[in-house]
């Protein structure tokens, strides 16, 4: 009977081991299923085969000055003797010569005619621009419109009947994740597929004000610059732009314009020639947790508006400096880099709600934005003074400092000298900077100035306004510790 109860507890042992082998098999295959239903795929040939040939090769030429290496009697001692006359008769003129320079790019066509989508850099300047499809057909292509501020170009080919162009999909769908196949033209090699995933988005990169790019690991090299970034359902959610190297080569870090951007610039290119963008005439930053501290804020979402342009449609619909920006148009503001490319993308003369939190509550303001112009950078350069407290030393801002710092009509102390490692460096302080207010406090001359900084001495952080390269904005300077 023993045995018996022995040989039944075995069975039953065997036989659950067998169910679990039996749950972990169908488990595995349906795991397999499961994951081939998610989108793995088992190969990117057919997206290759189906898309390739609407992703271009581009090849730009541009002519460039060098200096010639000139002989002895050529040189400057000579000329100056025997006169620039003579040398023009006996050497051919200056002592120039005009050279081709070429460059290797990509581009993907989105239109039936022969419109091409590519980089701003890859054609910038070029005259003489040639594409060449994946069957070897070569074009030759004339710049429709550029926009350097978000690197694109359009570029149109001469086509005596329908070509197969490139599906455009919604980049905001994209998903960290997501697998992505990019195809292009890498060290000239000619059309070349890399897949990988999408693993960030929103990059900013400093490439540019409306930075936003989609971070991917498949492989981009120098001369994938402006080809597609295609999804899984060969669509175009990306424009191949940029890689993060120290080698010159892929690391698997590489950056691509989302879609959505590139189809309203695009559409701009085509219609004008250029684009045009939204304005607001605020200069804004983003927001710390010791500016988020000091102004009393319950999060570090928005963006602080450091200066309000004058005449502008900002100070028209009532935006002051000290203003945070956390909804514009219905759309929140998480960052400030959210606000730029909200605002260009608004078309020039619409009315737009615009949300902010002012001395700790929320005030809704109506405006009408304008358009955006080029901006000058002013240069600013000037000598230390005398060290006073959180490592920087000013000066009082003269007649004669005001021109050469372009601050004519400003009032303020100039910023003269900022210690290396100092709580003024650490906030970003320059030579040249000008100090206008101190916790909300006018600084109009040095007496302001050493008044709210004594006044301030017993805070451990202090608030300040300053003006830099032309803009306003706030900083916060933490006490050196004793």
């Given at each position: 009977m023993k045995n018996h109860c022995i040989q039944t507890i075995k069975i039953k042992k065997i036989l659950i081991s067998l169910a679990l082998v039996i749950a972990?098999?169908?488990?595995?295959?349906l795991g397999q299923n499961a994951m081939a239903k998610k989108g793995v795929p088992d190969s990117f040939a057919e997206l290759a085969a189906k898309q390739g040939h609407v992703a271009v090769n581009i090849s730009s030429t541009k002519i460039v000055k060098t200096m010639r290496r000139l002989s002895p009697f050529q040189r400057r001692e000579f000329r100056d003797f025997f006169g620039d006359d003579f040398f023009r008769r006996f050497f051919g003129g200056e002592p120039e010569e005009k050279l081709k320079q070429r460059s290797l790019g990509s581009g993907v066509v989105v239109s039936k005619d022969g419109y091409i989508?590519?980089?701003?850099h890859v054609v910038a300047d070029a005259e003489e621009i040639l594409v060449t499809f994946s069957e070897k057909e070569k074009h030759e292509a004339k710049i429709i419109g550029r926009d350097p501020k978000t690197d694109l170009a359009l570029i149109k080919i001469k086509v005596d009947?329908?070509?197969p162009y490139a599906r455009l999909g919604d980049s905001d769908k994209l998903k960290v994740g997501d697998w992505v196949v990019a195809i292009g033209n890498p060290f000239g090699l000619g059309s070349t597929v890399t897949a990988g995933i999408v693993s960030a988005k929103g990059r900013v990169i400093g490439a540019g004000p409306y930075d936003n790019f989609i971070q991917t690991d498949a492989s981009i090299n120098p001369g994938n610059s402006g080809g597609p970034l295609f999804n899984l359902d060969g669509e175009v959610v990306g424009i191949n732009t940029a890689i993060f190297t120290q080698s010159g080569g892929n690391i698997g870090i590489g950056f691509?314009?989302?879609?959505?951007t590139a189809k309203s610039v695009m559409s701009q290119l085509k219609e004008k020639g250029r684009v045009v963008r939204g304005w607001l005439g605020v200069t804004i930053q983003g927001i710390t947790p010791e500016i988020k501290e000091k102004f009393g804020l319950k999060s570090t979402e928005g963006a602080l508006i450091g200066e309000v342009a004058k005449d502008s449609p900002a100070e028209k619909g009532g935006l002051e400096r000290g203003d945070v920006i956390i909804s514009f148009d219905g759309k929140k503001v998480k960052e400030m880099k959210d606000l730029p490319p909200m605002v260009a993308e608004t078309h020039v003369g619409s009315k737009v709600e615009i949300i902010v939190i002012r001395k700790g509550k929320e005030k809704r303001l109506t405006l009408k934005t304008g358009e955006l112009k080029e901006e000058a950078i002013m240069a600013v350069t000037t000598t230390p003074e005398i060290e006073e407290g959180f490592g920087l030393s000013v000066q009082e801002l003269t007649p004669e400092l005001?021109?050469?710092?372009s601050l004519k009509g400003e009032k303020g102390v100039v910023v003269s000298g900022v210690r290396k490692g100092s709580p003024a460096s650490e906030a970003g302080l320059?030579?040249?900077d000008l100090i206008q207010e101190i916790e909300r406090e006018p600084v109009e001359n040095m007496d302001d100035y050493k008044r709210t900084m004594g006044e301030s001495k017993s805070k451990k952080q202090i608030l300040m306004v300053i003006r830099h390269r032309g803009h306003t904005r706030y900083v916060v300077l933490k006490r050196e510790k004793k």
């Open positions: 972990l098999v169908l488990g595995f295959g989508l590519t980089n701003n009947k329908t070509i691509a314009i989302p879609i959505n005001a021109e050469s710092l320059q030579r040249g």
